[in-house]
């Protein structure tokens, strides 16, 4: 599981440091913003590829079972999972009524799959993975808030952004429940 802590040290905490501006303006300004940029893709990507390879790995050399999820946990994690793909498709940059009401949607967006995925699993690896992006996005989420960022503005009605995200989340999440034992070797459904 080191490869795997490590991944997770190094993609979360690159991404940390967007919540740290005065770090982050310091390091733009010392090496400029696009190789700051860079540096922070590459090191983010590598983060995703040491979890990618580390979990593997870890899940190849038997799972570590610290509880056993009862089985409605998985029927909830299916249902949550509709939500986070919906919220991950609020991300386009037209403002709409769902965008609005979550503020934040990519951050709620991996709240909830986290979430999701913990109850679902009761194994150190799953614990450790899903554990560490929850407190993140929690975390990130105090640290916006605090700086004073609203996040996407509140409107009333419903927009074709909305209609978009619902219909691109709906796909996005069927595609998912589809590709899921094929990308991550699990099946989602028929168990």
Known sequence: MLVLTLGIVLLLGVHSVSTC?????????RF???PFKGAYSLLALLGFA????????????GL??????????????????????VA??????????????LRHPMLV?????????LLANGD??????????????VFDRIAVKKRGDLGAPRIASFTRAD???????????????????????????GK
């Open 64 to 85: 570590i079972q610290v509880w056993a999820p009862p089985k409605w946990t998985r029927h909830v994690t299916i249902a949550m999972m509709w939500f986070a793909f």
């Open 124 to 137: 150190a690896g799953g614990m450790l993975l899903f554990g560490a992006f929850l407190a993140w996005a």
């Open 163 to 189: 209609a978009i995200a619902l219909a691109a989340g709906s796909l996005a999440y069927l595609a998912m429940l589809a590709l899921h034992p094929v990308l991550i070797g699990v099946a989602v459904l």
């Open 21 to 29: 501006r005065e770090v982050r303006g310091r390091l733009i300004e």
């Open 88 to 101: 991950l498709a609020c991300m386009n940059p037209a403002p709409g009524k769902i965008k609005g009401w």
């Open 50 to 61: 040491l979890i990618v390879w580390g979990f593997s790995h870890y899940r190849a050399a």
């Open 32 to 34: 400029g913003l696009w």
């Open 109 to 117: 967006a991996v709240k909830i799959w986290a979430l999701a995925h």
